[in-house]
């Protein structure tokens, strides 16, 4: 067509251009009356996928929801199930645990009552030595008295004796002075002795 242009502004149409012209126009016109219902063709399987398309996308959309109903039901049961295991060993484990407490505070009592025991029996047996203690500590004391009361009772046999004699020396005052006396001599022997 190009070409014919070309042509026919150098020279004029002969009545063979024009016929060719005209059935070329015709073979395009033709061309896009084709090319026009092959769009509509194409459209029309366009429409066509399109609605293909979007029906199965709706049935996995449905076909998506059922598993994702199944998914959640089925993780439902097994949260429901794990809760119940976990009560479950919570359970257990309070109540081991209260037995555990209970045979500990059993066992402490045990223990505290042995420990008592043993406490009292110690006490008895460190009263027991200390009043045995006591005993002989009483029982020396008593020794070392008698000795002292022995010994003073042989010092004041002397002395009376002496005294006897000198007697006659003194008067009554002068015995009760030197009585006196010998009073305090003796206490302070005996406290130092003691002491």
Known sequence: MQE???????????????VQLLLHNAQHMVTREEL??????????LKHDILNVEDKISKIEASLKQDVSKVETSLKQDISKVETSL??????????LK???SKVETSL???????EIA????????????KQDISKVEASLKQDISKVETSLKQDISKIEDRLSKVSDKFDKVQWLIVATLLTVVFKDYLIAYFQ
Do not use: F
């Open 4 to 18: 014919i242009k070309k042509d026919s502004l150098d020279e004029h149409l002969t009545q063979k251009d024009i």
């Open 36 to 45: 026009k219902s092959d769009i509509k063709e194409l459209k029309d399987d």
């Open 87 to 96: 009560k479950q060993d919570i359970s257990k484990v309070e109540t081991s």
């Open 99 to 101: 037995q555990d407490i």
């Open 109 to 115: 009592k045990q223990d505290i009552s042995k420990v």
């Open 119 to 130: 406490l009292k029996q110690d006490i008895s047996k460190v009263e027991i030595a200390l």
